[in-house]
């Protein structure tokens, strides 16, 4: 079992007919840590985490979460534990913000509703945005919809936390 929550290797990956957006980035990150990833526009910041939730196949290299190494096959297994809130927040429009919150556990973690709503309840009093729960996308300023994308992320309960511009909208 590997100690790392977190794991790259070598990890390359180009965009066609650009050069290369990731170059040999090898990394760790252990439970408990915090990394920030800086660096000026086009530097692969975002390239990087689309490769750490496998939204993004690498030209070469390895990405592992804990044990298990991102590939198509296991993709599924590594989102049950891995957590993205994107630059933008892409909330569903058609759904209030408690049925956005909670449609992701009940269908992929089998959490009943009334155990998915207590959750999401108790991640929106947190933010300051309980009093929004049965509001539209819509409704909602930049900011709190930021706010709403980082408890949905949350209420999977995920390993890892991955953050594309978190502050962006706030």
């Known amino acids: 079992m590997s100690h790392h929550l977190v794991e790259t290797i070598d990890l390359c990956f180009s965009y066609p007919d650009s050069p290369p957006a990731l170059n040999r980035v090898s990394l760790r990150i252990t439970h408990g840590e915090s990394v920030a990833v ?68 009940m269908k992929l973690q089998g959490k009943s509703q009334q155990e998915a709503e207590a959750e999401a309840m108790r991640l929106l009093e947190r933010v300051g945005l309980a009093d929004r729960a049965h509001a539209y996308p819509s409704q909602l300023s930049g900011g709190q919809k930021q706010r709403i994308a980082i408890v949905r992320a949350l209420c999977m309960k995920p390993d890892v936390m991955l953050f594309d511009e978190p502050t962006s909208a706030l």
Not at 45 to 72: A, C, F, M, W, Y
Not at 90 to 98: A, C, E, R, S, T
Request: hydrophobic share 40%; net charge positive; glycine share 12%.
């Open 38 to 105: 800086v660096g000026g526009n086009g530097a692969g910041k975002s390239t990087l985490l689309l490769h750490l939730n496998g939204l993004l196949e690498p030209s070469s290299g390895q990405v592992r979460v804990g044990d298990i190494p991102v590939t198509p096959k296991t993709v599924a297994r590594v989102r049950e534990s891995v957590g993205m809130v994107f630059q933008q927040v892409n909330l569903f429009p058609h759904m209030d913000i408690m049925k956005n919150l909670t449609l992701a556990p």
